[in-house]
């Protein structure tokens, strides 16, 4: 996971926390606690255990900007197959 402040000097976020949840029905849970970031800076923070998940919700501790947020991961296999499905779905010639 990659927090980024750049350019942000003087209303950077002070400290960001991840939850994740797999499916809209499944809680919310915590995978990166509350973080402190620096400003104008890019911050790679590994999570410590893996998490399967759907949706992902960055809170912000007291509000401030933030410049991006990539969250880097892998397909479970279920999702490469729904992948793939949609995919020849959309290419099926008359689509």
């Known amino acids: 996971m990659e927090v980024d402040t750049a350019n942000l000097k003087g209303n950077a ?4 926390s ?3 949840k797999d499916g809209d029905a499944a809680d919310w849970t915590e ?8 400003p104008d800076s ?12 759907t949706h992902a919700r960055l809170d912000v501790h007291p509000d401030g900007g933030l410049a ?10 279920a999702g490469a197959a ?8 959309a290419t099926r010639p008359g689509n």
């Open 68 to 77: 991006r947020l990539r969250l880097h991961g892998n397909l479970t296999q």
């Open 18 to 20: 991840l939850s994740v």
């Open 31 to 38: 995978v990166l606690p509350r973080t402190a970031l620096q």
């Open 13 to 16: 976020a002070g400290w960001v």
């Open 42 to 53: 890019l911050h790679r923070l590994p999570l410590t255990v893996p998490a399967t998940a």
């Open 82 to 89: 729904a992948l793939a499905a949609r995919v020849a779905g």
